[in-house]
């Protein structure tokens, strides 16, 4: 799994964000990664659609990829710095 700070790095997350990506993952729904977190449903609903747009993705299974093995062209469209 890719750190919090990679991902921040990587894609401009925020510290909140960069959680919330990691906990989906570990969760998998976003209802228990809200819980995990001690946040709103609402709230992390609101915060995974900034994510996706930062990511560069459009789905959990694609972000989930992104936290899980790093960025990759035919999952995001876009690379990470890691990669360059």
Not at 25 to 35: F, K, N, S, V, Y
Not at 50 to 74: C, E, M, N, P
């Amino acid at each position: 799994m890719r750190s919090a700070q990679d991902l921040r790095d990587a894609f401009g997350l925020t510290p909140a964000e960069a959680r919330l990506a990691q906990a989906l993952t570990r969760a998998g729904t976003l209802r228990d990664a809200a819980q995990a977190l001690n946040i709103t449903y609402e709230t992390a609903r609101a915060c995974l659609k900034v994510v996706f747009g930062k990511a560069g993705v459009h789905t959990q299974a694609q972000l989930v990829a992104v936290v899980l093995r790093g960025a990759d062209r035919s999952v995001t469209g876009r690379r990470s710095s890691t990669h360059s």
